[in-house]
């Protein structure tokens, strides 16, 4: 279970994501005030509209550092090349 500072670090605003409805391979989903789409694909297979759901964002340092050194060695090789 989480702490109540994991929550709050996870999903620090209360508005609640809710799916709207489906179009072709995206979802909609409500924001408060906004919409935004994601790809059905990331959403549980027993989603369906009305739905609430839970989003967590996270950086991912090391994936980071790896294409950062994969777009340099590329740069590298475009300009020394």
Known sequence: ?????????????????????F????AVIEYGRHTF??????????AKEGDVIKLA????PEATARRKKEVRSLADDVFEG
């Not at 109540?4 to 670090?9: A, C, H, Q, V």
């Open 1 to 21: 279970m989480q702490s109540k500072s994991e929550r709050s670090r996870i999903m620090p605003r209360r508005e609640l994501l809710v799916i709207d409805r």
């Open 23 to 26: 179009e072709e391979d995206m």
């Open 37 to 46: 789409t994601l790809p059905r694909s990331l959403l549980p297979r027993a």
């Open 57 to 60: 964002v996270v950086l991912d």
